[in-house]
């Protein structure tokens, strides 16, 4: 019988459940284990480096491996916080998502969500796109959906993603591997 991937079956499906992300599963495949290509446009910005966020300490251990990859989650109110990342891969993973559906098990309760430098939960379109450009979006779930990736890569993968929910920041997802 083969194992589920980490971070397991359940971490998985609600991942998958967060507001939007079923409609751009790219967006969360560091976690989820979905196909890397989407339907959302990639926007090229030379500024994607303003825009980095920080691992969030603290949260709850939902898998780990010899392979030093780990998950890790928490919850700040209703807005979910996901990690994945691996040092053999040196690759990192943070999602933010609010309005987050309840978490198969309880997590770790954070003071605070992480912010993507100057922009989080809450943050306008219009103030990421003063920052990063005006981006091509997708609109999809009830929200509009936008990829940056850099536009001279110094990495092998960059990108952010953002959702937008009447204009604000819904959720947003930051990946880098190298």
Known sequence: MATAPPPGDAFIA????????HCAPAALRPWTHAGAASSVPITLT??????????TPGLTTVSSGKDQLYYG??????????????EADESSFTAVFAAAPKPPRALVALDATPRAGHVGIGTTRATIERLLGKAHATHACGEDIVRYEPRNPVMSEAEIWFFYRAGVVAGFVRYDAV
């Open 73 to 86: 989650a928490g919850m700040a109110g209703t807005t979910a916080v996901l990690n994945a990342g691996s």
């Open 46 to 55: 030379g500024k994607l480096d303003d825009v980095t966020v920080p691992t």
């Open 14 to 21: 609600w991942a998958k459940a967060m507001p939007g992300a």
